[in-house]
């Protein structure tokens, strides 16, 4: 696994570019709470990096989604939206959201290593 991250707190698994799995992070998840519902982008749809690709909403508060790079939904996560706790319970694992064929690897650099999000998460 080769995980980047966003400062909106969404992981993504840059090991196979064609089918790149996108999810939140764990500090996301324990910051929404109890996540009871989540809207999952439709397959086959694409989004420019940046563009809100979802919703996820919990007890506390709703979430945009945002896509952390370009290209198109190649698939989604149906068990999360029929157990949407997986979210909390597995954030990084069972709890991924969709899956997207990215469009310009080039903006993987523009996004954080684990190291980097770990300092982030420092100063939130």
Known sequence: MTLKFTSDHEW???TDPAAAT???TDHAQDAL???VFVELPA????FKR???AGVVESVKAAADLYMPVSG???EVNEALRADPS???SAPQAAGWFFK???SDAGEFGQLMDQPAYDELLKSA
Not at 43 to 46: A, D, K, L, Y
């Open 72 to 74: 198109e939904v190649v």
């Open 22 to 24: 996108v999810g939140i």
């Open 12 to 14: 993504i698994d840059v």
């Open 50 to 52: 940046g563009d809100v």
């Open 100 to 102: 997207v064929k990215t």
């Open 86 to 88: 997986l979210a909390n």
């Open 43 to 46: 397959i086959g749809r694409t």
């Open 33 to 35: 709470g109890d996540v």
